[in-house]
């Protein structure tokens, strides 16, 4: 599966973004996505996923209360609304793709995923 990631861009603290990554293939619904995030000189982050049917999230502490995840598998898509942003949400974005084999939302390692999209900026100016 293909996964492009779209969405990212400059907005000031306390504003919101909402990202979207959008997969080709016909099994989309059968992956669990996650979200994760890359800041300059930091290591790659889970921030957020979400099992095959929707019905199961996990978020970071970092991001709870102010982040949500949602998909639509009717349009191969997962999304990604962030609210309250605030500097430290500066990042690239990854959106990931896995078998999901239990139904779980929760696998925080970047190695648990199959699939990768390009990854899309997202900058919090204070």
């Excluded at 861009?9 to 994760?36: D, E, K, N, P």
């Excluded at 999304?79 to 990042?91: F, G, I």
């Excluded at 699939?115 to 900026?121: E, K, N, P, S, V």
Aim: charged share 15%; proline share 3%.
């Amino acid at each position: 599966v293909q996964l492009q990631a779209s969405g990212g861009g400059l907005v000031q603290a306390g504003g919101s973004l909402r990202l979207s990554c959008a997969a080709s293939g016909r099994t989309f619904s059968s992956y669990a996505m996650g979200w994760f995030r890359q800041a300059p000189g930091k290591e790659r982050e889970f921030v957020t996923g979400i099992n095959w049917s929707g019905t199961s999230t996990y978020y970071a502490n970092s991001v709870k209360g102010r982040f949500a995840i949602s998909r639509d598998n009717a349009k191969n898509t997962v999304y990604l609304q962030m609210n309250s942003l605030k500097p430290e949400d500066t990042a690239v974005y990854y959106c990931a793709a896995r078998t999901d084999y239990g139904g779980s939302a929760y696998y925080p390692f970047p190695t648990e995923y199959d699939y990768w999209g390009h990854g899309t900026l997202v900058t919090v100016s204070s």
